[in-house]
């Protein structure tokens, strides 16, 4: 089992910037696979990043590369997403995830407000 804490949402005006943090839980935590996905009111859920167990590898929803960075501390069991130039159509909870075995962990979510 592997538990996911989310934490740096807020509100934040259009323009401006905010790192969102996921602490996992368990001891093989350099081994997982970790992403961040969001779901905005009205919309399905969507993946927003994803970064290998290295953290060499990293993916990015197109429409976000330059915005959205995703990067990992393994000596710290966190995963990051840094968001810039923040949208008001970034307003969405976010949710981390572990990729563990074929299993997929959510986190409980981290509400992120955008205002006009």
């Known amino acids: 089992q592997v538990q996911l804490v989310e934490s740096g949402g807020g509100l934040v005006q259009a323009g401006g910037s905010l790192r969102l943090s996921c602490a996992a839980s368990?001891?093989?935590?350099?081994?997982?696979?970790m992403g961040w996905f969001r779901q905005a009111p009205g919309k399905e859920r969507e993946q927003v990043a994803s970064?290998?167990?290295?953290?060499?590898?990293?993916i990015h929803k197109d429409s976000l590369k330059g915005r959205f960075t995703i990067s990992r501390d393994n000596a710290k069991n966190t995963v990051y997403l840094q968001m810039n130039t923040l949208k008001p159509e970034d307003t969405a909870v976010y949710y981390c995830?572990?990729?563990?075995?074929?299993?997929?962990?959510w986190g409980q979510g981290t509400q992120v407000t955008v205002s006009s």
């Open positions: 368990g001891r093989a935590f350099s081994s997982y696979t």
């Open positions: 970064i290998s167990w290295s953290g060499y590898s990293a």
């Open positions: 995830t572990a990729q563990v075995q074929g299993n997929k962990y």
